[in-house]
DNA sequence: CGCATTCATGCGTGTTTGTGTACGTTTTTG
DNA sequence: CAAAAACGTACACAAACACGCATGAATGCG
């Protein structure tokens, strides 16, 4: 008694994609709450999940399955061995994202992996200045894209200059994600060129608050250009890897700190 | 029993562009409805899948199709014909463009192409409101790129709106392409989105000269957004199987006609 | 004008695919 | 350790499918 194409209902496949994004913005699905938003019997579910698992796409668990720790990185992400390191502190930056709210996402393999694990469908709003990232979210759904023009610096891999910053007088974020940049408990956050730092001090002056997303070998040091003093950063992601004591430095500065998951692939 | 060209009924190719934009706006599509809402057999709106999924438009799933946007695999299905014959259009185009020259490229595939075969290292400056186009750029050398920013259509897959035409007014180029629209000899150049057409009209105000590549489906066609007239347009890019008599009529308004080389699949 | 060609279509064929049911097995829970 | 839930396998059925063929309309050529 097979009635295939119902109308309201899901074709096989669409179902299976739904359930591969629910993997992807939720972290689980539960067989039995699949069966019942999306209508279909158990079985169906089920046969779905091993499908699924079969072609490496998810893992199957006992009640459901679970995304697979490197399930979404295709090969646009070669920059080195990095990405299971970025991947895991890509997820910890998503979590502090909230629905509705709109982001700043600045240019850097550590951003466009945050961009890549971004939830669909939580009516989020994405401001950058970084073509690679547009492109990924342009490739999913439900995201509102705001892009930022000017000249493109090709080892920033985004636009710099003045344009993107008159068009950042525009703009009014939730959340700012500066990309990669020296940080330091003290004297606060510090970048590497004039230009990319002064864009990133009017991202961050744009936003309500900051998230800085750092890779180990970004802390404590210093750089040239200073972006802003550590008041103005709101959140630290730090890797798993990270000693107490200097975690604890800049939680005494105020800053929050949140500590990315082990990068166990 | 054909009864073909019957008043009320859709043609073939209109029945497939009506699939394809319903794949668009809904997401899916589904065999049985289409046969429904066009009137068809079941059997010819198959035929119009399989043969869209064979250019590589959609993904074939049992029921019906679905848009291969958030498809798992992209890249391996990029050898359609369309890839063929959009390179032959693209090398074409590519050999009007001379050293040192300003280009503005719009946003779309049949220009994404044309981008990727630019040569490098010859002093060329791009403009463009398209991330997958910058970003094929960036990855190559010897580029001058400037992005235009704004809201991100994703169906378009660049910024469209008063953002990018505002831009656009600081900018002075010498060839412009403007992307899929429809060409017709005696009417000039049209578009099917009024936002879009804006700007593609900004853009051949801001340039010297106009390269209009068209895949063969654009050609004596009228939409509904008037772009610019033909005097505007100094050069087209055609197909190699276009016949003689169209050639023709656009040669005899003063447009330099360029035929690509035969698609060599 | 007559003929061959091309093309979209509908129908009949057999095949593939997804689904529900039945039944036995494994895992979790109390 | 026993009950319940979740799971997997086997089977039957119908929907959806691909393929081949004949039909009828438009087109091109002698």
Redesign the pocket.
Known sequence: ??????PG?????E?QREILQRLRSRGRV???ELAAELV????????????L?AQGLCK??????LPLSAAVAPLKQRRGEQVGRKLALARKAVSLVRPGQVLLIDAGSTNAAIAATLPERMGLTVVTNAPDIALALIEREGFEILLLGGRIDPRIGGAVGAQPLQELQRVRADLCFPGACAIDAGTGLWGFDSEESLLKRAMVEASGETVVVATSDKLGTVATHRIAPIEEVQHLVLEHAVGRQARAAFSARGVSVHRAEPAAD
Chains 1, 2 share one sequence.
Not at 9 to 13: F, M, R, S
């Open positions: 008694m097979a009635r295939l194409t119902r209902e899901l074709l096989p496949q179902r539960v067989a039995a279909a019997s158990e079985d169906s579910i089920r046969r779905d999940l091993r499908e698992a199957r668990v006992y009640g459901g399955a």
